[in-house]
């Protein structure tokens, strides 16, 4: 079983890039492969809207140059998506909102190549707009035909700079709770 888990931070070192670290470390515990696609390293180009998915129908981008085609081929052969980002100005980072606008359109149009996986999402603010930023990614996995898992509490992560995400005990159990969760949805859905 693997978790692909989509980093949509554009910093390389950061809350969120470290909660990932630790996540994959939970994952790997329970014998579940986590790999991490970093958001930032690709530069991807705004969604114009020219529809080519849908005449094409084979679930790819026009673009072929930005790796955004090579990123969701890995999310189909993923068992499970995990979204996680931080909160600027009480949204998505631009790179995460670019991402998540083009892989809709995409997977909508084209094969709905998420139908039926288990996923996840985690939400790291310095103050305040974490449960926008949730929702916009929950939001993603819904309208993809995901099984979004929940958790007690949310997985919202309340820390400035790294590695204050450790100090905010209650947003880490939400985490684990969250892992726990993805974990037994796996496990019941792949059960050899």
């Known amino acids: 079983m693997k978790v692909l888990a989509i980093n949509g931070s554009p910093r390389p070192m ?25 958001i930032y390293e690709y530069r991807l180009m705004n969604c114009n809207v020219c529809l080519t998915c849908e005449i094409r129908g084979d679930g790819r981008c026009y673009d072929e140059d930005d790796g955004l085609n090579d990123i969701l081929q890995k999310m189909r052969d993923a068992d499970a998506i995990l979204l996680a980002s931080p909160t600027y100005m009480n949204a998505c980072p ?7 606008e083009r892989a ?5 149009k084209g094969d709905l190549g998420l139908r039926g996986k288990v996923g996840g999402a985690i939400a790291v603010c310095g103050h305040d707009g974490a449960s926008m930023v949730y929702n916009q990614m929950v939001d993603f996995l819904l309208r993809n035909a995901v099984m979004v898992v929940g958790s007690n509490p ?26 726990e969760g993805m974990t037994d949805a796996l496990v019941r859905l792949n059960p050899e």
Do not use: C, W
């Open 14 to 38: 950061g809350n969120t890039s470290n909660i990932l670290n630790d996540i994959q470390d939970m994952f790997e515990r329970d014998g579940i492969e986590m790999d991490t696609v970093h």
């Open 94 to 100: 631009s790179v995460l909102q670019t991402f998540m």
């Open 154 to 179: 949310l997985p919202i992560i309340r820390a400035l700079n790294s590695p204050a995400y450790e100090d905010d005990r209650e947003g880490m159990k939400g985490v684990r709770s969250l892992v």
């Open 104 to 108: 809709m359109l995409v997977f909508e």
